[in-house]
């Protein structure tokens, strides 16, 4: 079980003058064999909360637990290894690198051919085109996004966040990216989106407002996404 207990954010603003709470005492529980779904405007710290999980950034109060186990002090990769994959928003490129050797790396072994291409083919990639492909800047950002995809299924692990997993893909594939979610029922996946078929996929839903939040199951919160005003769903 994923733990965030009581954690604030806070950032300066860019005239370095007054500092801003981006996460404000935040504390959840992230269900296990759940999907959960981040939503909210943009700005309101969807994407702190997934670095502030993967370790890349540092609670400026409260803490992080996994399993029981305090993790606020370990690192990304530290993370990592307990199990905690990440896919980024943005992706990334790796000069010199081909897809398959990628895959290798992510999953720490040597892949048959035959299971690297699986994963490819799960992210909806024709695998016999990409895997010897080198992962360069011809790759197109949905290319790369799928790839990226790919890499963390290859990895493995018992918690998986998605930052915009869509961002990028066209829409034909969005029931690829569906089924992938899919697989990963048994495991705790954390998805921040807007898109309202990866939103219908989710159990429970967690909507940031800029200095509120609130969690629930898909129905409850879903509805007020619907019908209410953005300042009046939280009550505000
Ligand atoms: N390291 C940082 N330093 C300063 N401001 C930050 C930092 N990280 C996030 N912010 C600010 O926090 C707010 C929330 O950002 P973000 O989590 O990226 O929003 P979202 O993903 O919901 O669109 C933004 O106003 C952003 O500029
Ligand atoms: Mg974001």
């Avoid at 490129?93 to 892949?111: C, P, Q, W």
């Avoid at 159990?203 to 953005?230: C, N």
Wanted: overall charge neutral.
């Amino acid at each position: 079980m994923l733990e965030v207990k009581n954690v604030d954010f806070v950032v300066n603003d860019e005239n370095n003058e007054t500092e801003k709470a981006v996460i404000k005492n935040m504390t959840i529980s992230f269900p296990e064999n759940k999907i959960t779904v981040i939503t909210g405007q943009n700005g309101s710290g969807k994407s702190t909360l997934i670095k502030l999980i993967m370790g890349l950034y540092k609670p400026t109060k409260g803490k992080i637990f996994y399993n029981g186990n305090d993790i606020t002090n370990l690192n990304i990769t530290q993370r990592a290894n307990l199990g905690i994959t990440t896919a980024f928003q943005q992706p990334i490129r790796f000069k010199g690198l081909t897809v398959k050797n990628l895959l290798d790396i992510a999953s720490e072994k040597s892949n048959k051919i035959s299971d690297a291409c699986e994963y490819l083919s799960k992210v909806g990639l024709c695998a016999k085109n990409y895997i010897n492909r080198e992962v360069d800047s011809t790759l197109s950002g949905g290319e790369l996004k799928r790839i990226e995809l790919a890499l963390s299924l290859a990895k493995g692990g018992d918690v998986f966040l998605f930052d915009e997993p869509e961002a990028g893909i066209d829409l034909w594939s969005f029931d690829s990216l569906i089924d992938i979610f899919k697989s990963l029922k048994d495991k705790t996946v954390i998805i921040v989106s807007h898109q309202d078929k990866i939103l219908k996929q989710a159990d429970y839903i967690l909507l940031l407002d800029e200095d509120d939040y609130k969690m629930g199951e898909r129905e409850e919160i879903y509805k007020t996404l619907k019908t209410e005003p953005v300042c009046k769903r939280l009550g505000g």
